[in-house]
T-cell receptor, first 108, second 115 residues
Framework: GQNIDQPTEMTATEGAIVQINCTYQ??????LFWYQQHAGEAPTFLSY????GLEEKGRFSSFLSRSKGYSYLLLKELQMKDSASYLC?????????FGQGTTLQVKP | DAGVIQSPRHEVTEMGQEVTLRCKPI?????LFWYRQTMMRGLELLIY????????DSGMPEDRFSAKMPNASFSTLKIQPSEPRDSAVYFC?????????????FGPGTRLTVL
């Protein structure tokens, strides 16, 4: 079967660092994506990992371990505008399978 | 450059009525995806096309749902007859088969309410 798990909600303080975890079990694997979705808006692409290791892009980094079926998204120097839902998605057999998303609330 | 365009942005209809959602993908993109998002089930893939041909419709809930892509710049998702449980946000996304990443670009979505 296909299963992607991520925490439902997280809260963090402005300026801090937060790590959002994602574990997956899928019948195939051809990359893992992180999308950001602000309330009432469309998901937008944040990061992509297909090989093990860390990908860094500005304040955001994403890590992948294929053997463990595990990824995380790391957000540094949190800003209020980072309050959003973060969706983990695995590409399998040509299509994306999304997790339920993690709603991050950044507090002053 | 325009992104993915969807219309209407909001639709309110009564149970039993036909609903048609429209999508214009990004020019040059050869993949088009229809998703449905609800609080309970999250973001679910309904169907996707490659070069206007349906590739996987296993996510289409039932025969009341149908999707077409008559050309590279237009697709429709139709629900007939609509039911209250179809209330959701429907997203269209497109991507291009180039390189490894092939990330999907989402349209703004259509918020459907069936009364």
């Amino acid at each position: 079967g296909q299963n992607i798990d991520q925490p439902t909600e997280m809260t963090a303080t402005e300026g801090a660092i937060v790590q959002i975890n994602c574990t997956y079990q899928t019948s195939g694997f051809n990359g893992l994506f992180w999308y950001q979705q602000h309330a009432g808006e469309a998901p937008t692409f944040l990061s992509y990992n297909v090989l093990d290791g860390l990908e860094e892009k500005g304040r955001f980094s994403s890590f992948l371990s294929r053997s463990k079926g595990y990824s995380y998204l790391l957000l540094k120097e949190l800003q209020m505008k980072d309050s959003a839902s973060y969706l983990c998605a695995v590409r399998s057999t040509g299509k994306l399978i999304f997790g339920q998303g993690t709603t991050l609330q950044v507090k002053p | 450059d325009a992104g993915v365009i969807q219309s209407p942005r909001h639709e309110v209809t009564e149970m039993g009525q036909e609903v048609t959602l429209r999508c214009k993908p990004i020019s040059g993109h050869d993949y088009l995806f229809w998703y449905r998002q609800t609080m309970m089930r999250g973001l679910e893939l309904l169907i996707y096309f490659n070069n206007n041909v349906p590739i996987d419709d296993s996510g289409m809930p039932e025969d009341r749902f149908s999707a077409k892509m008559p050309n590279a710049s237009f697709s429709t998702l139709k629900i007939q007859p609509s039911e209250p449980r179809d209330s959701a946000v429907y997203f269209c996304a497109s991507s291009v088969q180039a390189g490894v990443r092939n990330e999907q670009f989402f349209g703004p979505g259509t918020r459907l309410t069936v009364l």
